[in-house]
C-alpha cells in the first residue's frame, strides 16, 4: 500500500497493478484524513482489478465462425436495446433472406461471397415479377453490413470483411406529383375517418407515422399548432406544425374522451387509425389514379407550397428536412412557376382553395352542422 501524508490534511495515493504481463499506475491526491485515504486507495484497487477481469473474460467470449450467428446477435441486441421484438414483415423477411443466403458462410470467405450475391439480389425478381429496385438491394446490405460491424466492434470476429461495400446510389426516387383535381377524386373515395390526416398531408408536409402519432394534448387550438414530440419524427427532433384553416372545425369537433388527433371509432372506441395502405390503396383504385401513395402527398404539400411563393428554407423547416437537399433530390417540379415566370409564362402549378372538411360520423355531422366536403 502506498499511501503518503505530503501535508496534512493531504495524501498521495499511488498505486502499481500488474496481472498477466501488463502494468497498470494509478496517482491521484486525496484531501481529508487518514482514514478516508486508505478506503480511497483500497476502492480504487479493487476497480483496477475488476477492470482486469473484465478484460480477461472479454479475451476469452465466445467468437463468431460465421455470418449467420453476427446477423442473429446484432439482431438480439437491437431487440434489447429498444425494449421490443420486432415484428414488422419486411424486418424479418430481410432477416430471412440474409440468413438463407449467407448464413452458413465463414467469416473469412464473407467478401467473395458477398460479391457473388449481390448481383444476384439486383437481378432477383420481386414476389410481384418486377425487378427489386435500389433501395431494396440497399437495406440488405445495410443490415448486412451493420451486423458485422457489430460483431467486430465487440471483438466477435477479428476483421470487418464487408467494410469495403458500400450501397448504391438510388437512381429511381419517387417524383409523383398529383394535380387539385386528382386529389380531389382519391379524396372523395375516402372514408370519413381517414379524410382528416389526408387533408393534413396535403396541405402540411409531413410524414404518415408522425401524424397518426399526435395525441389531444399535442393541440394548440389558440396558437393553431400541432406539436410533433422528437421521439415521434424520423429526425428525432420536434417541431411545430400549423393547423390549416380547412381542418380547424376538425379538431375543435373532437370528442373530449377521445385520446387522439386522428382517430377511427370501432365499436363505440376510440381507436388509432393504424395501417391504412389497402385503404389508401383502393380509393386510389376507385378515382382510376395508379402509382400513388399515401407519402406522396408530402412531396405533393412541399411542391405546391414552394410553388406558392414561400421559400425553400421555410418549407424544409415545416417538413423536418435539416437541408434542402433531399427537397432538391425528390421534389423535381418544385419552383417550376418561376422558371415560366422567367420567360413570361402563366404558372402551370396553381395553389388551389381546399373544399370545406366533412368528418367523424354522419350523426356528429348533422350536430356540428359540418358541410359535406365537394
Not at 61 to 73: I, M
Not at 82 to 109: A, M, P, T
Not at 304 to 325: D, H, Q, T
Request: net charge positive; with cysteine; aromatic share 10%.
Amino acid at each position: 500500500m502506498s499511501v503518503k501524508l505530503i501535508k496534512p490534511g493531504k495524501y498521495l495515493i499511488q498505486l502499481i497493478h500488474r496481472q498477466d504481463g501488463q502494468t497498470y499506475r494509478k496517482r491521484l491526491v486525496f484531501n481529508g484524513p487518514e482514514r478516508k485515504a486508505n478506503e480511497a486507495y483500497y476502492r480504487l484497487k479493487a476497480e483496477i482489478e475488476d477492470k482486469f477481469s473484465s478484460a480477461k473474460k472479454s479475451s476469452l467470449k465466445k467468437t463468431f465462425r460465421t455470418f449467420g450467428e453476427c446477423l442473429e446477435h446484432y439482431c438480439q441486441s437491437m431487440n434489447t436495446a429498444k425494449g421490443k421484438i420486432h415484428g414488422l414483415s419486411w424486418e424479418k423477411f430481410r432477416k430471412e433472406r440474409l440468413q438463407k443466403d449467407l448464413g452458413e458462410i465463414e467469416i473469412d470467405d464473407l467478401t467473395m461471397a458477398f460479391e457473388r450475391i449481390l448481383p444476384i439480389w439486383r437481378r432477383e425478381p420481386t414476389r410481384k415479377g418486377t425487378l427489386p429496385s435500389t433501395s431494396s438491394t440497399n437495406r440488405l446490405i445495410q443490415l448486412s453490413k451493420a451486423a458485422v460491424a457489430y460483431a467486430y466492434r465487440f471483438n466477435y470476429i477479428q476483421i470487418d470483411p464487408l467494410r469495403m461495400f458500400s450501397i448504391e446510389t438510388d437512381l429511381n426516387a419517387r417524383d409523383v406529383v398529383i394535380t387539385q383535381e386528382e386529389f380531389d377524386r382519391v379524396y372523395a373515395q375516402l372514408p370519413d375517418w381517414m379524410k382528416p390526416i389526408t387533408l393534413m398531408a396535403w396541405n402540411v408536409p409531413s410524414r404518415k407515422g408522425e401524424l397518426e402519432s399526435v395525441r389531444r394534448e399535442q393541440i394548440d387550438l389558440e396558437m393553431r399548432v400541432i406539436l410533433l414530440k422528437s421521439h415521434t419524427t424520423k429526425t428525432k427532433k420536434g417541431r411545430v406544425l400549423p393547423i390549416p384553416d380547412s381542418l380547424l372545425e376538425y379538431f375543435k369537433s373532437i370528442p373530449a374522451d377521445c385520446p387522439y388527433a386522428f382517430y377511427r371509432l370501432d365499436k363505440g372506441t376510440y381507436r388509432k387509425l393504424g395501417d391504412f395502405h389497402k385503404t389508401w390503396k383502393t380509393a386510389c383504385k376507385r378515382a382510376k389514379i395508379e402509382d400513388v401513395r399515401f407519402h406522396d402527398l408530402r412531396r405533393c404539400a412541399a411542391t405546391r407550397l414552394i410553388n406558392g411563393g414561400v421559400p425553400e428554407s421555410v418549407v424544409a423547416k415545416l417538413g423536418g428536412w435539416s437541408n434542402g437537399f433531399v427537397m432538391k433530390k425528390h421534389y423535381h417540379y418544385a419552383g417550376v412557376n418561376d422558371l415560366h415566370k422567367a420567360i413570361g409564362n402563366e404558372p402551370v402549378l396553381k395553389m388551389v382553395p381546399l373544399v370545406p372538411l366533412r368528418c367523424h360520423s354522419e350523426a356528429e355531422n348533422e350536430g356540428l352542422q359540418l358541410k359535406k366536403a365537394g
